[in-house]
């Protein structure tokens, strides 16, 4: 049974920073695609990055430039480092892989951008 845990969010000013961290339980991010997702209060969830084996990077078009996502040596940990948040960004975050597996969502972190 897989188990990601997410960590990190909290309430932030708008243009504020936030790191967010997923651990996960034994090998399941090895050798896949790790990725971060959102669900904004009333909409669907989106995904907003993915990392891949090889260290390609992907993401959504809203966060271009403001987030990064990365991985430690051991490929257990996934992060997503946010930057100059703004109020869209306010959602639950949630990792999985990419294409995500539908019992491995964890409870998410939820993170609010307010002034």
């Known amino acids: 049974q897989v188990q990601l845990v997410e960590s990190g969010g909290g309430l932030v000013q708008p243009g504020g920073s936030l790191r967010l961290s997923c651990a996960a339980s034994?090998?399941?991010?090895?050798?896949?695609?790790m990725g971060w997702y959102r669900q904004a209060p009333g909409k669907q969830r989106e995904l907003v990055a993915y990392?891949?084996?090889?260290?390609?990077?992907t993401y959504a078009d809203a966060v271009k430039g403001r987030f990064t996502i990365s991985t430690d040596n051991a490929k257990t940990t996934v992060y997503l480092q946010m930057s100059n948040l703004n109020a869209e960004d306010t959602a639950v975050y949630y990792c999985?892989?990419?294409?995500?597996?539908?019992?491995?969502w964890g409870k998410g972190t939820l993170v609010t951008v307010s002034s």
């Open positions: 999985n892989v990419y294409p995500f597996i539908e019992t491995w």
């Open positions: 034994g090998s399941a991010f090895r050798f896949r695609i």
């Open positions: 990392l891949t084996p090889g260290g390609t990077t």
